[in-house]
T-cell receptor, first 115, second 113 residues
Framework: DTGVSQNPRHKITKRGQNVTFRCDPISEHNRLYWYRQTLGQGPEFLTYFQNEAQLEKSRLLSDRFSAERPKGSFSTLEIQRTEQGDSAMYLC?????????????FGEGSWLTVV | DQQVKQNSPSLSVQEGRISILNCDYTNSMFDYFLWYKKYPAEGPTFLISISSIKDKNEDGRFTVFLNKSAKHLSLHIVPSQPGDSAVYFCAASAYFGNEKLTFGTGTRLTIIP
């Protein structure tokens, strides 16, 4: 499978705990994105990387959220001191604009439930 | 504010007929538009796109129409098949090559056998 891979697929955590999600993009895709989707809404942009550089962050990304892509390959999204409002599906996506592709390809998402 | 709007939360269509999903946008800077399909518990899957220099793009059973003056686009699926039952999201970006997408809230399409 050469698609975007995310894990864990599901995470249930207690309020106040930290959680980390990992994303492995499509091989050689230099752009990597994080989106969040809540019930009844479309995905909302959180942040994106060009290789290892984080180029843009949404105002939705509070200081409890941090994303990294240390070697320009996989990425992690960490949420510290989780709150019930963080419950959502976190989607990772990748693209290769330099290769001529303008399409963003999404992974299957990581569901977070904060109890 | 909702810059991309899908005003129909759901749509039911008989198998074999045409499905028409609509999307409106407010940001005149948007010039690249995409449709994604999403099954439950999965990530969105790209279907078809259109840039603002065109008013129609076709790919098999899927056709997207863009009316820039009305800030409106639509997705036509013909003929509709049971496997098309899913949630469809319209998305837009501010300039070609910037894939930071703004999504609508989705339309749940149900194809009735």
């Amino acid at each position: 499978d050469t698609g975007v891979s995310q894990n864990p697929r599901h995470k249930i955590t207690k309020r106040g705990q930290n959680v980390t999600f990992r994303c492995d993009p499509i091989s050689e895709h230099n752009r990597l994105y994080w989106y969040r989707q809540t019930l009844g809404q479309g995905p909302e942009f959180l942040t994106y990387f060009q290789n290892e550089a984080q180029l843009e962050k949404s105002r939705l990304l509070s200081d409890r959220f941090s994303a990294e892509r240390p070697k320009g390959s996989f990425s992690t999204l960490e949420i510290q001191r989780t709150e019930q409002g963080d419950s959502a599906m976190y989607l990772c996506a990748s693209s290769d604009p330099q290769g001529g592709g303008n399409t963003i390809y999404f992974g299957e998402g990581s569901w977070l439930t904060v109890v | 504010d909702q810059q991309v709007k899908q005003n129909s939360p759901s749509l039911s269509v008989q198998e074999g007929r045409i499905s028409i999903l609509n999307c409106d946008y407010t940001n005149s800077m948007f010039d690249y538009f995409l449709w994604y399909k999403k099954y439950p518990a999965e990530g969105p899957t790209f279907l078809i796109s259109i840039s603002s220099i065109k008013d129609k793009n076709e790919d098999g059973r899927f056709t997207v129409f863009l009316n820039k003056s009305a800030k409106h686009l639509s997705l036509h699926i013909v003929p509709s098949q049971p496997g098309d039952s899913a949630v469809y999201f319209c998305a837009a970006s501010a300039y070609f090559g910037n894939e930071k997408l703004t999504f609508g809230t989705g339309t749940r399409l149900t194809i009735i056998p």
